[in-house]
DNA sequence: CTCGTTATGCACCGATGAGTGCACTTTAGC
DNA sequence: GCTAAAGTGCACTCATCGGTGCATAACGAG
């Protein structure tokens, strides 16, 4: 890193990060097989023998590029859970919870994420608990227990377990995305964003809500 | 295949659907990249010359294995959706179909097809088309009729389109399924299978039943 | 200044896998 | 039975790619 270092790479310490999002820009526009090891190290700035250096081998590299987007992507969807409190326009709120929901759901590393999971789930069984862990099942809990304080509020009349009902407004969500942006290939308009989580949230009141 | 041919290959002709199998059974084992012509050829029992005088090249095999498993898919998705009637018990009628949906749906080829769809949808985008084209699409289409037909009898209210509607259940039955199903890795029994139609028809009636 | 750590560049190995060439055998149709 | 098409087996090419070795350069700490 001869001079000055005029752009990134300050110290030795985000090597490190360097790797991980190069190799993510790389795995997400090639899959896991296709990336070459060059072309990370190429993408990072970095020598070949520093990724070994820092990630032993490929499969390794993979599954920490896993785990800090799993890290990304949970901040951004609690944060939409977040939006969802007791008081307010309910139609309005979980429109919006939705809309920002279903816009993380559809972001470009989000959908990438899915991709390279699926495509190594039956080698790497163990990356989905990676993901489960650090993301979805977070953000699930996290749901549901919003939504069972608005059932405690008297706003919502969850038929039984809570868990379900933020499951299935979960899946109308993300159920509708995926066929609408061709599993991530098409970037779905703000406009039909809105429409996807308003529909959605209007479903899953008829079912569950208490007033109307 | 010498003598009396004692176990498959009578003709010419099934030597295509011999390495059709071969090749699902392969590819859905190993996936697209990890794959080989060699394993291919022996898993079809026939040479590996005899794949490319059929196939031309290893993409082009992975397309039309797509393709057949699409149709093959189709068939079964359409019997279910038949189930649906304009009279009987509304609610077990709509978990049956759904109970069958989701059998479709976790059958060990359908989460094959969907995961190698996932893992090659970025260098081959066609593949999506072809799996729309003749399969999702028309089970769509064909449980919207139905809905459309419940509808008109009065048995339904459907807020607006009736597509929406249908692709609303065919989220609730998806997305929860996906996530147990551990995106086609994990089998689920029976029971449960029949516990998520149940409470997606449960939800699906709540918000769209006229009956109650 | 010096020493140990870390990074670099480049050549290299070994394995794997798509696709081909060729000589040979089997089968279908006349 | 004869011929042309289709299938077989095997060796082979060519390219790619994960991973390593080595000699050298930059850097941080004492």
């Known amino acids: 890193m001869g001079a000055a270092r005029p752009d990134g790479a300050r110290g030795r310490i985000d090597k490190r990060q360097a790797i991980l999002d190069g190799a993510f820009t ?10 070459g090891m060059d072309a990370i190290a190429a993408e990072a700035k970095v020598a070949k023998h520093t990724l070994y250096n820092h990630f032993g081998d490929k499969e390794n590299l993979f599954r920490e590029v896993v785990a800090a987007l799993s890290d990304q992507a949970l901040a951004r969807n609690l944060a939409a859970v977040e939006q969802l409190r ?3 326009d309910l139609a309005a709120m979980l429109t919006e919870t939705g809309r920002c929901l279903a816009e993380c759901y559809c972001d470009e590393r989000s ?25 979805s099942d977070r953000v699930n ?8 304080r608005l059932a405690l509020a008297g706003r919502l009349d969850l038929g039984g377990d809570p868990a379900i009902a933020a499951e299935q407004f979960g899946a109308l969500l993300t159920g509708s995305l995926e066929a609408r942006s061709r599993l991530g290939t098409r970037k779905i308009p703000q406009a039909e964003l809105r429409a996807v989580a308003g529909q959605a949230a209007a479903t899953f009141l008829r079912a569950f809500g208490t007033e109307s």
């Open 86 to 88: 007791e008081q307010g």
């Open 111 to 135: 959908s990438a994420l899915r991709r390279l999971l699926h495509s190594e789930i039956t080698t790497m069984p163990d990356l989905l608990d990676i993901v489960r862990d650090r993301a």
């Open 141 to 148: 809990d996290a749901l549901a227990a919003r939504l069972a």
């Open 26 to 35: 790389i795995f997400a526009r090639d899959g896991y097989h296709t990336a």
